[in-house]
């Protein structure tokens, strides 16, 4: 409750998750908020201009582009926060294994995610990709396939920070069991670390996706993607921006917000990062030695 009294104190906060909200609930209600339907053909339309009818006019196919826009929400947007909520949760549950047990379990696990790290995104994406062929459904598996890891990482770290606390060693010496440890003490305080985690892969994750897909490695037509309709754009950018311009605003009003959020719940979840938009004195206490150290080195 405090944490979202505080989040509606921020503006920036408040417009960021109205954005991403409202286009959340856009592409779930798409069947019912589309005008028409978005592989729908008619070559008479071919590169017609916006009216009434079609609001953002058609593409190259006569298809209507608010249409395609709308339904592209589902692969870039939706599908996408699926796929990190499943990477989310493989690595919150290895990562609370690692910090809260330690030695040979930790062990096992980080060199696990040592290895898994070690390769770049893009790479293994394109590595899953070229293994199992284009598509939705593997770039959606590549992303689970490499960022669980990064998750387990982070979150073994804001679990081993709790683990040996006071109170969660008196709820040893009282019997309590390792699943009701972690379940009633350390998972609700390491809620917030996972939240922002979460949150700024998020943006992250649309642009991949986009760019894969811009590149003919996501969704395949007739199917809609932002990615897509702007390589479908690509050879009429001169003659017809306005068809790249519809889904590029998209992507970086959907990201930009994400990002925005990002930071403002982080904010929220450590006050000690700002108070009333300028450095608290707490941080600055903090924050100077550090700087006076790097300047004598």
Known sequence: MNLLKRLMKDKMAVASLSVVAATLLVGLCAPFIAPHNPNEVNMELRFAGASWQYWLGNDHLGRCVLSRLIYGIRPSVLYVLAALAASACIGA???FAAGYFRGKVDALLMRI???????????????????????LENILLA??????????RVIRTAVMQFADADYVKFAKVLGAGHMRIMARHITPVALPEIAVVSSSSFGSMILQ?????FLGLGIQAPHAEWGMMLNEARSVMFTRPELMLAP???IIVVVSAVNFLSDSLQTALDPKL????KPSKAGMNTILPKLRRKEVA
């Open 209 to 213: 996706i986009s760019g894969l897909s």
């Open 248 to 250: 590029g605003i998209a």
């Open 93 to 95: 549950l290895l990562g």
């Open 113 to 135: 995610c040592d290895c898994m790290l070690s390769f770049p995104g893009y790479v293994m994406t394109l590595a899953v990709v070229g293994m199992l062929g284009a598509g």
């Open 143 to 152: 992303f689970v396939l490499m960022k669980w890891a990064w998750f387990a």
């Open 274 to 277: 700002m108070t009333y938009g």
